[in-house]
Every structure is written in C-alpha cells, then in structure tokens.
C-alpha cells in the first residue's frame, strides 16, 4: 500500500508538472499561508492543498479528474488532527517505510517534534482512509468516547467496534491506541 501510494503520488506530480510547464504555471507542495488582495505569489501556482483547479486549468475535464484523483492521494498524507504543513513530514516518512520497510523503520511513538504526527498517527490515518474508501467505517466503527458509534451500517449497530484510548485533545497528541470493544447479549 505504502510503495503504491508513493508511486501515484511521484507518477502524478511528473504529470501536472508536465501539463502546467506550458502554460507557465508551476506546482507547489507548501502548506498554505496567510495571502492578503494585492499580495501573493508572482508566478501562477497551482497548490497541491487546492481543493479546486484555477481558470482556466478547470475548464478542461480531464485536469479536473486528475486532480480529483490527485486530492484523494493527498488525502493519505493528511492526518486531520495536524496542520496541512505536517504533509511533506508524513510523504517522508512514507518514503522511508517504502525504501527500509516498515517492521524495520515504523516506530508507534516516534515524531522529530511536537507539532508532526507520530508514526502511529501516520499509519492509523492510512488504514482509515483505506477503509473509508468503500464505505463509511469511521462513523460505523470507531469511537474516541464512551458510547458506541451513532452510524450503523446496512442498518445495523456494531457487534464489534474500536475505541480510541488515549486523549488526542492534549499537546502533544499521544500515539493513537484503540481497543476492541464487543457487545455482550
């Protein structure tokens, strides 16, 4: 999952960089900062957090399923508990998984600073949006409190669910650790 991930992720930016060289435009992997009206980037960027092509890039529809295809990528690198500045932090360390393995190099607590998702964080957004992606597993499955999870899925509630452990409203946020939780008749 890791190296394909990494793959579209490199096979998609030779794209765009190769369709927005001839229209002078340039792609930028920064997190967004603050812009004010009359200040901004001299060059036109198209950013890899824009939601949405600029005109004229959207009135092509092909560009607009690239970059949808490119923004579901992008969402494996964004863990929502942490700023979007920590994306080029998790792509590194998704290369590193990649090229030394990840039983060799994949540590739960590990993060060079406080404000970058651990390791755990990285792996658990990965395996949540992979499961998200057929169906709403999240909201069927998971909880961070007490009670189960509200959504049911096929019309059902769980008979099996994880819990979230550890408290992710504190700095820093610990490691994520879930628990098993089934229901007894």
Same mark, same amino acid.
């Given at each position: 999952v890791v190296g394909n991930l990494v793959q579209m992720l490199d096979e998609s930016d030779q794209t765009w960089l190769q369709a927005l060289a001839p229209r002078g435009w340039r792609l930028t992997f920064e997190a967004p900062r603050l812009a004010y009206p009359g200040v901004g980037p001299s060059a036109q960027e198209l950013s890899i957090f824009d939601r949405h092509l600029p005109r004229p890039i959207c009135d092509d529809p092909r560009a607009v399923e690239l970059w949808k295809r490119r923004q579901t990528l992008e969402a494996y690198l964004m863990h929502p508990s942490f700023e979007p500045a920590q994306r080029s932090y998790v792509l590194e360390r998704l290369r590193e998984w990649r090229q030394r393995g990840l039983q060799n190099c994949m540590r739960a607590e590990f993060r060079p600073s406080d404000q970058l998702p651990t390791d755990a964080h990285i792996l *658990? #957004?990965?395996? +949540?949006?992979?499961? #998200?992606?057929h169906m709403d597993f999240c909201s069927c499955f998971v909880t961070a409190g007490p009670s189960p999870p509200l959504s049911k899925h096929l019309g059902q509630s769980p008979t099996a669910y994880l819990r979230q452990v550890t408290d992710?409203?504190? +700095?820093?946020?610990?490691?994520?650790?879930? *628990?098993?939780?089934?229901?007894?008749k």
């Open positions: *658990e #957004n990965l395996l +949540f949006k992979m499961l #998200n992606f992710q409203a504190v +700095f820093p946020k610990p490691a994520p650790h879930y *628990e098993v939780v089934t229901l007894h």
